[in-house]
């Protein structure tokens, strides 16, 4: 069973920063792949980026490509957020997946509570 617990949500002004963290207990050893997702209220919940565990490559949604950095270390993964726009808010969903390919289109396994950013201005 693998736990997750997102925290560094907020609200902020249109152009500030914010920093997400996610914090992963359990059994992770056979995780391939860490992910961020967002759902706005009214919308389908959309891939922010994910990174893969053994080769390091990520991969971006593109609404935040070139602007949002995902990282991971040991047990925790991270979703850099600069340059903030009103369209960025929604609530904000870590996920990690179990084997097989890591994309954002993927079915991931275990999802956290989630943590709500809000941008305005």
């Known amino acids: 069973q693998v736990q997750l617990a997102e925290s560094g949500g907020g609200p902020v002004q249109a152009g500030g920063s914010l920093e997400l963290s996610c914090q992963v207990s359990g059994d992770i050893v056979s995780s391939n792949c860490m992910a961020w997702f967002r759902q706005a209220p009214g919308k389908e919940r959309e891939g922010v980026a994910r990174i893969n565990i053994g080769d390091r490559t990520t991969a971006y949604g593109a609404a935040v490509k070139g602007r949002f950095t995902i990282s991971q270390s040991k047990d925790m993964l991270y979703l850099e957020m600069p340059d903030l726009k009103p369209e960025d808010t929604a609530m904000y969903y870590c996920?990690?997946?179990?084997?097989?390919?890591?994309?954002?289109?993927?079915?991931?396994?275990?999802w956290g509570q989630g943590t709500q950013v809000t941008v305005s201005g």
């Open positions: 996920a990690v997946k179990v084997g097989g390919g890591c994309h954002l289109g993927a079915s991931f396994d275990y």
